[in-house]
């Protein structure tokens, strides 16, 4: 059961999913939402906006997960950290299947890059296994393994490569606390209110049940940054995860 947390740090645990196609549209979510502290820049809208759209965000006083999950080979990838290190985000994502040297050497950069620029190296989170897969869209990659077991596995080959959080389903939070401890930080996407649509997700959960099993952050998108008020609907889920605990 998760304990009694300030209202205040429980809306903190909120990262708000920028998910859209433009800066435009991005500026309209930063300024509806005064209270969210983090917000996520993710594929679609840093490949339409660019570097420059991490310096919006910090603009607003806020917090960056950039959330492009990194796999390539290692010095490719921890290239690509340093320049996120340099650029100032909070969080950032790569793949755990891209291996334990892969990881290695992204840690190894994150530090070394901030420790020149006087900062606080980014959390960096080992993606396991996405939310839109299940056991047979694993299958289909030659993967045998269960979800839930492969998500542990490669849980496990983050934590023993210096990674200090992971990115998985609401459905592995209680697994991988259990077997790989309290301080491996875990963030979830899949997350849902019982009064939004489960969309293209499939391994989902509501933001009170995430908190409760021991989720550090939950990523929530369109439930709402799409809904009517998105300032009401943050402080509606803030108010779900508030009576949880």
């Given at each position: 059961?998760?304990?009694?947390?300030?209202?205040?740090e429980?809306?903190?645990?909120?990262?708000?999913?920028?998910d859209?196609?433009?800066?435009?549209?991005?500026?309209?979510i930063?300024?509806?939402?005064?209270?969210?502290?983090?917000?996520?820049?993710?594929?679609?809208?840093?490949?339409?906006?660019?570097?420059?759209?991490?310096?919006?965000?910090?603009?607003?006083?806020?917090?960056?997960?950039?959330?492009?999950?990194l796999?390539?080979?290692?010095n490719?990838?921890?290239?690509?950290?340093?320049?996120?290190?340099?650029?100032?985000?909070?969080?950032?994502?790569?793949?755990?299947?891209?291996?334990?040297?892969?990881?290695?050497?992204?840690?190894?950069?994150?530090?070394?890059?901030?420790?020149?620029?006087?900062?606080?190296?980014?959390?960096?989170?080992?993606?396991?296994?996405?939310?839109?897969?299940?056991?047979?869209?694993?299958?289909?990659?030659?993967v045998i393994?269960?979800?839930?077991?492969?998500?542990?596995?490669?849980?496990?080959?983050?934590?023993?490569?210096?990674?200090?959080?992971?990115?998985?389903?609401?459905?592995?939070?209680?697994?991988?606390?259990?077997?790989?401890?309290?301080?491996?930080?875990?963030?979830t996407?899949?997350?849902?209110?019982?009064?939004?649509?489960a969309?293209?997700?499939?391994?989902?959960?509501?933001?009170?049940?995430?908190?409760?099993?021991?989720?550090?952050?939950?990523?929530?998108?369109?439930?709402?940054?799409?809904?009517?008020?998105?300032?009401?609907?943050?402080?509606?889920?803030?108010?779900?995860?508030?009576?949880?605990?």
């Amino acid at each position: 059961m998760a304990e009694k947390i300030a209202l205040k740090e429980l809306k903190g645990k909120i990262i708000i999913a920028l998910d859209v196609k433009n800066q435009a549209e991005a500026q309209k979510i930063l300024e509806s939402l005064p209270e969210a502290r983090i917000f996520k820049v993710g594929l679609e809208l840093f490949t339409a906006e660019g570097p420059a759209m991490i310096e919006t965000v910090k603009n607003y006083g806020r917090q960056v997960f950039l959330d492009l999950k990194l796999h390539d080979i290692p010095n490719t990838v921890a290239s690509a950290v340093r320049a996120a290190v340099r650029r100032g985000v909070s969080m950032l994502t790569i793949h755990t299947s891209g291996g334990k040297e892969m990881m290695r050497r992204a840690v190894q950069a994150a530090e070394e890059e901030a420790e020149k620029e006087g900062t606080e190296p980014p959390l960096l989170l080992g993606v396991t296994v996405l939310t839109s897969l299940k056991d047979k869209d694993l299958e289909e990659t030659g993967v045998i393994s269960e979800t839930q077991v492969q998500v542990l596995r490669l849980a496990g080959l983050a934590l023993a490569s210096g990674l200090k959080g992971i990115v998985c389903s609401p459905q592995e939070i209680e697994l991988v606390r259990r077997e790989l401890g309290p301080d491996l930080k875990i963030i979830t996407p899949g997350i849902r209110p019982v009064w939004a649509e489960a969309q293209d997700q499939k391994r989902i959960m509501t933001p009170a049940e995430a908190l409760i099993k021991g989720a550090d952050y939950m990523v929530i998108g369109r439930p709402i940054t799409q809904a009517a008020s998105p300032a009401e609907a943050f402080t509606r889920i803030a108010g779900e995860l508030e009576a949880a605990v």
